[in-house]
């Protein structure tokens, strides 16, 4: 059984940062983008980077120059370092890939657990 967890997240002050992991584990064929999803208090979970297997990276304009996103493809693994945090940041992180498990042919999401994000003072 194919499933991501995160790690990391928790509480800081604005300006300060934090950062992000997830792993995934189980009978993996491949493993396409790898990203992060966040959910604000009372809102829609958003997008905030994506990271094609080749290494390319995408973000969202609200974090674009504070959050950087990586990947180690032998450890099918992905993170987020969040610098220049901001009270807005706050929010539950989902790790997200796509990802085909060894009885299938073709790719499908799969999500994190979630890691609760708080940037106050």
């Known amino acids: 059984q194919v499933q991501l967890v995160e790690s990391g997240g928790g509480l800081a002050q604005p300006g300060g940062s934090l950062r992000l992991s997830c792993a995934a584990s189980g009978s993996i064929w491949s493993i396409g983008a790898m990203g992060w999803y966040r959910q604000p208090p009372g809102k829609q979970r958003e997008l905030v980077a994506l990271?094609?297997?080749?290494?390319?990276?995408r973000y969202s304009d609200s974090v674009e120059g504070r959050f950087t996103i990586s990947r180690d493809n032998a450890k099918n693994a992905v993170s987020l370092k969040m610098d220049s945090l901001q009270p807005e940041d706050t929010a539950i992180y989902y790790c997200?890939?796509?990802?085909?498990?060894?009885?299938?042919?073709?790719?499908?999401?799969?999500w994190g657990q979630g890691s609760q994000v708080t940037v106050s003072s």
């Open positions: 997200y890939a796509m990802i085909a498990p060894l009885s299938e042919w073709d790719q499908s999401p799969y």
């Open positions: 990271i094609a297997s080749g290494g390319t990276a």
